[in-house]
């Protein structure tokens, strides 16, 4: 069965865990965890690598004996390693570490004190209130226990956009190379670009459903077929993602695509129009009485209702039908619309490739600048910048740009935003630079009040130009911290400031709904990579999604902009 990054991610994760669990070495940990992050988010699949002999060791963070156990899991399917830590460890603790407050340190305590392995344990250990009595444990968190474990085993599972990425391709790959597919298209939230799907739901157009259809079920990763009809099929991959195809005659591929593209919200909205007109709208086409007036083209079938064709990510009765009727759609923003990106890192601090190797990778992608934002001086652990350090990465980057033609890196840092919302090194420092991305990575807990207030101290200072990550959320690890968003957005538009929306397909804060809020006051969105090596500029398209789902243009952000708009722009933040 092919093995996609997200499984080799998962075995070094999950390596890291219960070594973490077991009290290791924190340079081991630290190793299986840097690469777990690195292979999921390897915009190519490992396994190709492995099967053309490539050397693994190329891959940042990955040395001789994580390229060796990377190829043992291509080939096999499994890692000794892990195997035999799982001996070693009660089977069912990682579990716990899903539960939001419980890293790896207190999972050991509640194994060790309590001797807590199983998720039903640790329900009745908060229960009996036998957890607040650990050390460091307390009343509160005990009750944040309790509250999450009911959460969590109440909650169905939905997998990150890259990941479904990756387990669409190959799937889509080996339907295709059966021949009879005329059209094949991944649609439902997949194709809306929603931040996480539940499953995915593939249409493929052909005259030989049957044959299809076998391939379909015959596909190495299907752990169990739920079903497998004629004209639909049902399965479960090994990796527990649900796929559900639909096979359909070419006359009715617009309208069945339009349907299973969803959301329900909007077909719902479609169906209601189509009716109001006399006329039924379904997967198979929109009918007067039996004569089928559309359905072989999505256009076509909005044509016929009066519509405008309307992009996916705007599909959620959010006001799309309406705009569409009156010719106001929006264009959205398109990937090839970015001129540069505005939040990146080196190996200065914890990116993995070098100053010239970053720069030489956004001029190959066609951008005409690159902003380098290292971490600053607080954040230890990721090696930050002091002044001194900056203002050396600073010459080096002038050297740097007296080499290029039509690209520019540009200055930056990405300062820590301290608790009492100053900036992590001082004004005649942050003056030097290009631009100030100001970011927070430490105090995620304050309340509202306060963690909006030391953000809006931030956007205060003189030298502050983009707001990184502005919730700190992570998709399948940490909540977002509760802040005012419409508070930051008018404090951005009144500082003329700017938002970043993290293109990181664990982060893709702003949301949707951030996104339009920034266009109603008209602040402008910096879609960047936070990119820590040069494959993660790839990243972008996540962020082109997000924000087209938050019906962004590309006149709605920042780094739309050529090189010659910029600069003033960015210039404009300075006081
Ligand atoms: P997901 O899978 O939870 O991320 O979200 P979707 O939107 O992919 O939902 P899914 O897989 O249940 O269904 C795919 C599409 O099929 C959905 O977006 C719209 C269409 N659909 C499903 N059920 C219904 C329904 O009851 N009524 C209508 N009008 N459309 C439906
Ligand atoms: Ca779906
Ligand atoms: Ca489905």
């Known amino acids: 069965m092919p093995i996609h990054n997200a499984d080799i991610a998962a075995i070094f994760s999950e390596i890291a865990d219960l070594l973490e669990i077991e009290g290791a070495n924190p340079f081991r940990i630290r190793a299986y965890r840097n690469a777990a992050r690195i292979v999921g988010e390897w915009s190519r699949e490992l396994r190709t690598l492995v099967e053309h002999g490539e050397d693994l060791t190329k891959l940042p963070g990955i040395g001789a004996d994580l390229a060796a156990k990377i190829r043992e899991i291509v080939e096999t399917g499994k890692c000794r390693a892990l195997e035999k830590l ?44 036998r957890i607040r009595q650990l050390p460091g444990f307390g009343a509160k968190t005990e009750a ?27 799937l889509v ?19 809306r670009a929603r931040e996480t799907v539940g499953d995915l739901d593939l249409l493929v157009a052909t005259r030989d459903p049957a044959a299809v259809m076998r391939r379909f079920t015959a596909y190495e990763e299907v752990r169990e077929v739920l079903a497998a009809g004629e004209a639909r099929g049902s399965v479960i ?9 639909r096979v359909i005659t070419p006359a009715a591929w617009g309208a069945a695509l339009l349907y299973f593209t969803g959301s329900k919200a ?34 076509e079938v909005y044509a016929a209702l009066g519509l405008e064709w309307i992009p996916p990510e705007l599909r959620d009765d959010r006001g799309e039908i309406g705009a569409a009727r009156a010719h106001r759609l929006p264009r959205l923003v398109t990937l090839a619309d970015l001129r540069g990106d505005l939040h990146a890192h080196t190996q200065a601090t914890d990116g993995h490739d070098t100053l010239a190797a970053m720069a030489a990778e956004a001029q190959r992608l066609g951008f005409e600048y690159l902003a380098i934002t290292e971490h600053s001086r607080r954040l230890t652990m990721a090696h930050g910048l002091d002044a001194r350090r900056l203002l050396e990465q600073c010459e ?22 301290l608790e009492d919302g100053s900036l992590d090194l001082p004004d005649d420092v942050l003056g030097e630079l290009d631009l100030v991305v100001g970011a927070i990575h430490s105090r995620f807990e304050l309340s509202r009040a306060q963690q909006t207030e030391r953000i809006l101290r931030a956007m205060e200072r003189p030298f502050f130009t983009i707001l990184a990550h502005p919730t700190g959320r992570l998709i399948d690890g940490r909540p977002p911290y509760d802040v005012d968003m419409a508070r930051i957005v008018r404090a951005a538009k009144q500082r003329g400031c700017f938002l970043e929306l993290n293109a990181h397909p664990e982060r893709l804060d702003l949301t949707d709904s951030d996104c339009l809020l920034a266009k109603d006051e008209g602040v402008l969105v910096a879609i960047d990579s936070d990119a820590h090596s040069r494959a993660d500029f790839a990243h972008l398209r996540f962020g082109v999604g997000q924000a087209r789902r938050g019906w962004l243009e590309a006149r709605d952000v920042l780094n739309t902009r050529p090189l010659a708009e910029l600069m003033p722009l960015l210039a404009r933040t300075r006081r």
């Not at 991959?237 to 195809?245: E, T």
Request: glycine letters at 8%; hydrophobic letters at 45%; zero cysteines.
């Open 86 to 129: 799982r001996q070693e460890l009660p089977p069912a603790i990682t579990e716990l570490l899903h539960i939001p407050g419980l890293g790896p340190k207190r999972v050991r305590t509640l194994w060790h004190e309590l001797d807590i392995q199983t998720l039903e344990q640790l329900a009745r250990a908060a229960r009996d209130g």
């Open 144 to 170: 944040n226990i309790l509250q999450a474990v009911a959460q969590h085993l109440s909650q169905a599972r939905r997998i990150k956009l890259v990941t479904a990425a990756q387990y669409a391709a190959s």
């Open 173 to 191: 790959a080996w339907l295709k190379a059966a021949g009879a597919v005329e059209r094949i298209e991944v649609a439902g939230s997949f194709r």
């Open 237 to 245: 991959l090994k990796s527990g993602l649900q796929v559900d195809l």
């Open 266 to 299: 909007h077909n719902i909205a479609l169906r209601k129009l189509a009716q109001e007109a006399g006329l039924k709208l379904n997967e198979y086409g929109l009918f007067r009485g039996r004569e089928r007036l559309a359905g072989a083209s999505e256009e």
């Open 396 to 417: 080096q980057i002038d050297r740097l740009n007296e080499t290029f033609h039509g690209f520019r890196l540009l200055k930056g840092i990405e300062v820590d935003i």
